[in-house]
């Protein structure tokens, strides 16, 4: 996969890319990030991207231009080097909110570009270049770049060959539309708390059958929202039984 992100401030951007799982993806070839400032499309001689919006208001806005020749510009380069031109990501307060699904999606395409707002917000023309518009919350940050690490590990965690174990992406809370049941590792006793005997036990059959009924219990008191029956075994279904019968 290759990624684009067009950002005013590529240096918030270059530390956690390469980083941690990102930073070992790249090594490997697994993904290629490119940084563009869109500051460099600008055409007026001062190089500036915002101007003061039309009606009256507070604060800049980013202008279309700048944004939508970046866009052009890199998809361009990408198609030259064999990726498709992909979709392109607005980060925006306003958008649909990012989940693990949507991270799925975005993980089976081969190119995508992100746009990093900033200042009071953009001309609405940048619109006709984007194809997606995301948010990672109902907050208010400075500007994308944030949004767009977010989004981007969230991605690229399910990309083939990215994480050392594939089942680790799919053990992940959200996964499943559940949250992931709780771990643990040495010591056996903690501060006087032991770990469950049946993930000692070694009888893997039993093992499944906890963590997914701590799976559901965890789900079901922390963020029941995601506990959608229908989409459950006939197992969990009898594990949510017990554990709502448990807690009434």
């Known amino acids: 996969m290759k990624i684009d992100i067009l950002s005013l401030f590529p240096e918030m951007l270059n530390g956690p890319l390469h980083d941690s799982i990102l930073g070992k993806a790249l090594d490997r070839d697994l993904l290629r990030v490119a940084i563009t400032n869109f500051r460099d499309f600008s055409t007026n001689k001062h190089h500036n991207v915002d101007d003061t919006p039309y009606g009256g208001g507070a604060g800049m806005l980013l202008q279309p ?14 198609e030259h080097e064999g990726y498709s031109t992909g979709r392109v990501i607005l980060t925006d307060p306003g958008g649909k909110r990012f989940d693990q699904q949507a991270a799925a999606e975005l993980a089976q395409e081969d190119h995508l570009t992100f746009l990093c707002g900033h200042y009071e917000g953009y001309d ?5 270049v984007v194809t997606d518009e995301y948010s990672i ?6 500007g994308g770049e944030l949004p767009t690490l977010v989004m981007i590990d969230a991605i690229c965690r399910l990309l083939p060959g990215v994480l050392g174990n594939e089942q680790s992406a799919a053990d992940d809370s959200f996964s499943q539309s559940l949250l992931e049941a709780p771990q643990y590792t040495r010591p056996a006793v903690f501060r006087g708390q032991e770990v469950p005997a049946v993930l000692r036990s070694g009888d893997h059959q039993k093992i499944a059958a906890w963590r997914l009924k701590e799976s559901i219990r965890k789900t079901y008191l922390k963020r029941p929202d995601l ?5 459950l075994s006939e197992q969990a279904k009898r ?10």
């Open 124 to 128: 609405e023309r940048i619109k006709q």
């Open 227 to 231: 506990i959608h029956e229908q989409q």
């Open 137 to 142: 919350g109902d907050y208010v940050l400075t």
């Open 65 to 78: 231009q700048p944004i939508c020749d970046a866009v052009v510009s890199t998809q361009e380069t990408a």
């Open 239 to 248: 594990f949510l039984a017990e554990i709502r019968a448990e807690n009434l």
